[in-house]
């Protein structure tokens, strides 16, 4: 799409995601197998004809660089527009507070790059959500009602709204009130964090009368709401923030349904992303595996459940996986139980192990609000010793060794070696 330059912000820490963004950003972390949440945006601009995007990065930025590259596997890689990776920087040392402070500072720091692009409208996105939208229909909206600013809503249940911006509209769409995550609304209408805006004011307002603002949505469009011409879009297909552990695992495990709400095989919307080379997946005579989602190199030769396979996973013989999340090169090895667990990448566990064991929802208290569904996370590189035992809610830091464990009966809502990094 002509004049239009898409801006995705993925440099976001996602504490919400605790030891699984320990060494990445939320936006780089591994969904669906064999993708990162960062395909999403990406592919849904180039299946949009939108050629033109910069990624805005911040936190450890490495492992979405190396992802992205020179933006090939979603044919970004052109002479002309493409993708660019944009990293933060300092200005002005002599100031206080110099660095990017929130999704305001990050586009006020990188407008250059939308004036030389020439755009006449800026697309903001955020890299940390998964859903297939075809940006053309929310651009010709923003177009035809003549907005200054088009955010895209979709309705959310009255108990979700303290999780979202929140919108009221008069009867022809056009936002009369924008709130953040208020405890208490009318409106059940929620920003997206999908937005777009015409360039000339976002230029203007973030050099002007917004250059103290650092937060798109706490600060500067609850202030544009009262003088600039702003309207919602209604989107009515799949969305999902997956920038908490729940939410996370949720979006994985909704793939496993007979009919998906997001359908990964729709042959119109490809979700394009950067591979590895892995071989085909391998079953062995022994092998059990029911309704799951398998990516290339996976070796099952135990039992599977409901569960999402990373590539080049291993199930050992004997090993038995339930309701989990198994990400690359990870072995669960012979006798070992996984259930209700999501394992990083390099993750070894143990013969004889049981990770998410027992019926003790007990919270983890690091992150209580968070980490109280019964969900077990084991950071990268880690290794659980032979026939350990780990409840509920417990969390293993990244490159935790069998030494580091103090016993083998790690009870439910405890820490090993993540605690003292969690916020």
């Known amino acids: 799409m002509n004049n239009v330059i898409a801006m ?23 969904f669906a197998g064999k993708y990162r949440v960062i395909d999403f945006p990406l592919s849904n601009c180039v299946n949009s004809g939108i050629f033109n995007v910069a990624v805005l990065t911040q936190y450890m930025p490495r492992p979405l660089n190396e ?78 009602h003549k907005a200054d600013v088009t955010i895209a809503v979709r309705p959310v249940s009255p108990h979700q709204t303290y999780r979202y911006g929140m919108v009221a509209t008069d009867g022809e769409g056009r936002i009369l009130r924008f709130e953040e995550k208020p405890r208490r609304t009318r409106s059940n209408l929620a920003s ?18 917004g250059q103290k603002f650092h937060d798109l949505g706490g600060e500067v469009l609850p202030k544009l709401v009262k003088d600039k011409r702003i309207y919602a879009y209604e989107f009515e297909g799949y969305w999902a923030n997956v920038g908490a552990a729940p939410a996370y695992y949720e979006a994985n495990m909704a793939l496993l349904a007979d009919i998906p709400a997001l359908d990964l095989n729709d042959p119109h919307w490809t979700i394009h992303t950067h591979s590895e080379q892995y071989p ?25 459940t409901r569960s999402i396979i990373g590539p080049g996973a291993i199930i050992q013989s004997g090993a038995i996986v339930r309701d989990s999340i198994i990400m690359n090169d990870a072995i669960i090895e012979t ?17 004889g192990a049981q990770v998410g064991a027992g019926d003790d929802n007990i919270p983890n208290p690091a992150m209580p609000d968070i980490l109280n569904t019964g969900i077990t996370l084991v950071g990268q590189k880690s290794r659980i010793p032979e026939n350990t035992r780990l409840g509920r ?31």
Not at 8 to 30: N, W
């Open 67 to 144: 992802h992205i590259r020179s933006g090939k596997p979603w044919d970004l890689d052109r002479s002309s527009g493409g993708v660019r990776l944009l990293q933060p920087y300092q200005t002005h040392p002599q100031e206080e507070g110099v660095w990017e402070k929130g999704s305001a500072d990050a586009l006020r720091f990188n407008l250059d790059v939308v004036e030389e692009s020439g755009a006449n409208e800026v697309l903001v996105l955020s890299g940390n959500h998964i859903y297939k939208m075809n940006y053309q229909h929310l651009i010709n909206f923003h177009r035809s």
């Open 280 to 304: 085909p997946v391998l079953f062995s005579e022994d092998a059990q595996a029911r309704m799951n989602l398998l990516s290339d190199g996976a070796r099952v030769l135990g039992q599977v």
């Open 8 to 30: 995705i912000l993925a440099g976001g820490a996602g504490p919400g995601l605790a030891v699984l963004t320990a060494r990445r950003p939320e936006s780089a972390t591994p």
């Open 192 to 209: 997206m964090g999908v937005y777009v805006f015409n360039a000339d004011l976002l230029a203007n307002w973030l050099r002007g009368p």
């Open 335 to 351: 006798g070992a139980v996984v259930d209700r667990a999501i394992l990083d990448r390099d993750v070894v566990i143990g013969a």
């Open 393 to 423: 809610n417990v969390v293993i830091g990244v490159n935790v060794s069998e030494a580091d464990f103090p016993s083998l009966d790690v009870p439910s809502g405890s820490n090993i070696g993540w605690a003292e990094h969690a916020s």
